[in-house]
């Protein structure tokens, strides 16, 4: 029954920690399936939509949720402005290119940060009502890592719905298994491209502020986590918004595990394990029907 | 036979392309210019050291990169393995002649080389680029936990490195021969370097960079190719890890990092890849404006770095190379008329 109660609370505290992944890298899957562009960029997206949200709620007292939507719609706004004036000339350039631009912006990202706002880790407060635990009947846990499952959980299905169901949702998924055919069917897809775009750099921000608890927040973000996302995506397959679903949640499980109990070698199994995936599936482990 | 009857005068583009591997005029000026630096700077053979050493590690991603066409982000897992092999056959007792141990580090780095291209290179693009990513943090981490034998997060300090030759002494303060070992080493790897783009199996490395589809319709065997130059780019790699670790005496988990990979690329990139003196020319302004500046302003330093990527991917794609042949072009157009 102990082991049990355990085994529950591991789960619970690596699904929060994997729908923060999720939230983060969806956004990265979804560009690259779109335009291939390798956008090592995301992560300062991230942190730049972390700190819109951290830094208001403790200068100017701004509320938890009221953070987030300002973190959201600010950073959209930004990478909406990047990608039409910067981006948008690298699409037909090389991968090499690709890189070396997205580098070359996280470096701009943490240098700027640490000359604005410091090399300190900014802290989150987290208000009242998600603070402490919760009882869940056959256990007590905290109740952020819950809130975090329940957002988590409404994100996913909320995406997976305009993903299926709507117009652009459908676009977005024909632009990814055939570009060309798309485009010759008179979609617009680089108009498609900066919608997702400046969706994906918002939901990135959703993350970024919601991972600050956990993940902290300073100016190093933009690197630190970047492996983490572009593992995600990459085992989760590009463009597929289910993909990257179940690889934040195996990898926010198993990343959570192995810190508590094989502390010292967990991120070893953990870059071994993205190698053997990426052997055995190139295109991914979820991306289903080959491209 | 009609070939012959042609006249090889008739024919420029024909005459440059036989004649292109012949020696230039211009081509001794780096290495008269390294040898003045060491008559000229003699406080500054221990910064000049590690600007040859990154010259070295530049050249052997140029390899990959430049000529090959493979983008990798973990070159530092070859560096890092010959710096360790270097450090740990020191540390632990076992070898440490400085030349045969190198040998040693360029065999260990051409043997993971190997091994990981064998599995590695079966993939291309954004795989490649995590999986290349994904083994050096592997290594590293690797490195960071065994630290019995690698020290761990500390590294291995003081090695026991004996004179070169049984003659001359590596003193950590005075580098002299620490300058001079790197820059001959330098020096053959480069002479092997320029001797295998212009062979026939690098021009088939162009091929495969240009169009990998049609290399694979003449029937050239790409990926033994690509199998074996990134195990000679790795070879090479390792030698500048071990002569990093036995000019410093020490090695640590810097030389496996994502920061040292990242450097590479862009000393590289900055100078222009696919030229075989584009690595000398971004080592050399990279390292020169690091030294300089990063002391002084790190944070500037990181801003102006990112700005200077943004700027090259942007508008320079070749680098301070491809600007100063477009110079050319248009300084030779301009004096020879149509």
Not at chain 1, 93 to 98: F, G, K, R, S
Not at chain 2, 66 to 91: E, K, P, Q, R, S
Not at chain 2, 156 to 166: C, D, K
Request: with cysteine; glycine share 12%.
């Amino acid at each position: 029954m102990i082991l049990g109660v355990d085994v529950a609370s591991m789960i619970l505290g690596g699904v929060a920690a994997g729908m923060v992944l999720f939230i983060v890298s969806v956004g990265l899957s979804v560009t690259m399936g779109l335009m291939g562009f390798v956008n090592l960029a995301h992560g300062a997206f991230a942190m730049l939509g972390g700190y819109i949200i951290v830094l208001s709620m403790n200068y100017w007292g701004v509320h938890f949720l009221p953070a987030l939507a300002l973190g959201f719609v600010v950073t959209a706004a930004v990478s909406f402005a990047f990608e039409r004036l910067l981006y948008a000339r690298l699409y037909r350039a090389t991968e090499l290119d690709q890189v070396l631009f997205t580098i070359g912006l996280v470096f701009m990202a943490i240098a700027s940060v640490t000359l604005v706002v410091g090399p300190e880790n900014q802290q989150l407060v987290l208000p009242a009502m998600l603070q402490g635990q919760v009882d869940l009947g056959f256990t007590q846990y905290r109740t952020y890592s819950i809130f975090l499952i329940a957002i988590g959980i409404i994100i996913v299905v909320g995406l997976w719905l305009g993903f299926e169901r709507t117009r652009i949702g459908a676009q977005i998924r024909a632009t990814v298994d055939n570009r060309r055919m798309t485009e010759s069917l008179g979609i617009n897809v680089d108009r498609l491209f900066t919608i997702t775009f400046a969706f994906g750099s918002g939901m990135a921000a959703l993350g970024g502020g919601l991972g600050a608890e956990f993940l902290g927040l300073d100016p190093q973000y933009a690197l630190k986590y970047l492996v983490y996302f572009l593992i995600v995506v990459a085992v989760g397959g590009l463009g597929r918004v289910t993909g990257v679903f179940y690889a934040a949640l195996l990898i926010g499980v198993l990343d959570f595990a192995l810190k508590k109990y094989i502390p010292k070698g967990g991120t070893l199994f953990i870059f071994g394990l993205t190698i053997l995936l990426l052997l055995w599936r190139p295109q991914g482990l979820f991306a289903g029907r080959a491209t | 036979m009609i070939v012959a009857a042609i006249k090889p005068t008739e024919h420029l583009a024909a005459l440059a392309f036989a004649g292109r591997h012949r020696p230039r005029v211009w081509e001794p000026a780096p290495w008269i210019f390294a040898i003045a630096f060491y008559f000229a700077f003699p406080n500054y053979l221990g910064f000049g050291t590690e600007l040859l050493v990154t010259i070295l590690f530049a050249l052997s991603l140029d390899l990959v990169l430049g000529y090959a066409g493979i983008i990798t982000l973990g070159h530092a897992a070859f560096f890092g393995a010959g710096a360790y092999t270097v450090g740990m056959l020191a540390y632990h007792g076992i070898w440490n002649e400085p030349i045969s141990s190198l040998m040693l580090a360029a065999i260990v780095a051409a043997l993971v080389g190997l091994g990981s291209g064998l599995v590695l290179l079966r993939t291309q693009g954004l795989t490649l680029l995590m999986l290349t990513l994904c083994t050096m943090a592997l290594l590293e981490e690797a490195a960071n936990l065994g630290h019995e034998y690698t020290g761990g997060f500390d590294g291995l300090a003081s090695l026991p490195i004996p004179p070169l030759l049984g003659l001359f002494e590596f003193n950590p303060l005075y580098p002299r021969t620490q300058y001079l070992y790197v820059l001959i080493v330098l020096f053959i790897a480069f002479l092997f370097v320029r001797t295998l783009i212009y062979s026939p199996f690098g021009q088939s490395l162009a091929g495969i960079r240009e169009n990998t589809l049609r290399m694979h319709a003449v029937g050239s065997p790409v990926r033994a190719r690509l199998i074996t130059c990134y195990t000679i780019s790795a070879a090479i790699a390792g030698i500048a890890g071990g002569l990093w670790a036995q000019a410093n005496a020490y090695v640590n988990l810097t030389t496996l990092s994502l920061d040292r990979a990242a450097m590479v690329l862009i000393a590289l990139i900055l100078g222009g890849y696919g030229r075989i003196y584009g690595g000398f020319v971004g080592a050399v302004a990279y390292m020169a404006l690091a030294h300089f500046l990063a002391k002084l302003y790190p944070t500037g330093w990181q801003l102006g770095l990112g700005l200077l990527l943004v700027v090259i991917a942007l508008f320079a794609r070749n680098g301070i190379l491809g600007i100063g042949e477009a110079l050319l072009r248009r300084i030779r157009a301009k004096h020879m008329p149509q």
